[in-house]
């Protein structure tokens, strides 16, 4: 298999009273050489989810280097739309700094959550990270009437942003009832987005009712999209794109060998792609959403859409 595991890089302890528990959702940020910033969103006593990092050596033997002693965000005031969580989607770098986007909880009455996108700025890494606006950037709509997840937003070109994110098909937010796909919205500044509703990535295996949290790269002039998929159990799958509009599924480039037992055998979800010293890297989660913290693999097969780019 193309993907070649190293192993679980980080659980917390539990001694930091931001992440008692979880690393969910590693959001990688360059540093400077093999250095790389793992933003991730973990969870305090009361099952909030708060964004801290963990800077790590990327290599065939990854490194912790350091840990956040503060969260870089944590949930919003009572009566925001993020006042019961953040959960991270995916750090964006431009000229004027680092754009946070990330999915807010509130828990609700008669269905038990609902989901908007938030976004948070800063001019380094090091946070603190500020809100761009007490309210979401994206929230439920005409074209987006239940629940949204997990954000992907890339700078394809000068004044224009476009984000991938996850919006429930349905009221029902049941767990094995969820129907949850892919969206697309464009932007002329990160901030205030146009959408019509239209699904970039459907449900299309017989089993499969969830797609979720998305990451985009560039491979040439091509994109190149990996996300956890559900059906029985979470797994990976990939899709690839021209225009990030219209994507083709090529799930079969995601199979990660799980022989041995251990932190990622029963889940792999929340995955993450980037490049590093001209090779493609994965950070994602295994069981229990994060709970058993996070990994990385490194891609060793030909170079990734090269059938494709020809």
């Not at 937003?153 to 098909?169: E, F, V």
């Not at 041995?260 to 490049?275: A, E, H, I, K």
Request: with cysteine.
């Amino acid at each position: 298999m193309p993907w070649r595991r190293l192993g679980l890089v980080y659980v917390p302890d539990g001694s930091l009273p931001w992440a008692r528990s979880h690393a969910a959702l590693p959001t990688p940020v360059h540093l400077e050489g093999d250095t790389f910033r793992f933003f991730f969103s973990s969870r305090d006593a009361e099952r909030r989810s708060h964004v801290g990092w963990v800077d790590v050596e990327v290599s065939e033997t990854p490194r912790v280097l350091g840990v956040a002693e503060q969260p870089v965000i944590s949930p919003g005031e009572d009566g925001t739309f993020d006042d019961s969580g953040i959960s991270l989607g995916c750090i964006t770098q431009d000229r004027g700094g680092y754009h946070l986007y990330y999915m807010g909880w509130n828990l609700g009455v008669r269905s038990p959550w609902r989901n908007a996108i938030g976004l948070a700025r800063s001019r380094s890494p090091d946070g603190p990270f500020e809100r761009a606006s007490p309210g979401p950037v994206l929230d439920r709509s005409p074209e987006d009437p239940y629940t949204l997840t997990y954000p992907c937003a890339l700078k394809i070109g000068p004044g224009h942003w476009r984000m991938w994110y996850g919006s429930n098909l349905s009221a029902n937010l049941n767990e094995e009832m969820l129907r949850h796909a892919i969206k697309v919205a464009d932007s002329s500044d990160g901030f205030r987005w146009a959408r019509d509703g239209s699904i970039a990535l459907g449900l299309t295996a017989p089993q499969e009712h969830v797609i979720v949290r998305p990451s985009v790269v560039r491979v040439g002039d091509l994109y190149l999209m990996t996300f956890a998929t559900r059906g029985v159990r979470y797994t990976l799958g990939a899709a690839w794109s021209k225009d990030g509009v219209h994507w083709e599924r090529i799930d079969e480039i995601m199979k990660i060998d799980r022989t041995t037992p251990g932190w990622d055998f029963d889940m792999v979800c929340y995955p993450s792609l980037f490049w590093h010293r001209e090779q493609l890297w994965l950070a994602y989660n295994g069981n229990a959403y994060g709970g058993t913290g996070f990994g990385l693999a490194v891609w060793d097969g030909d170079h990734p859409l090269q059938k494709l780019a020809s």
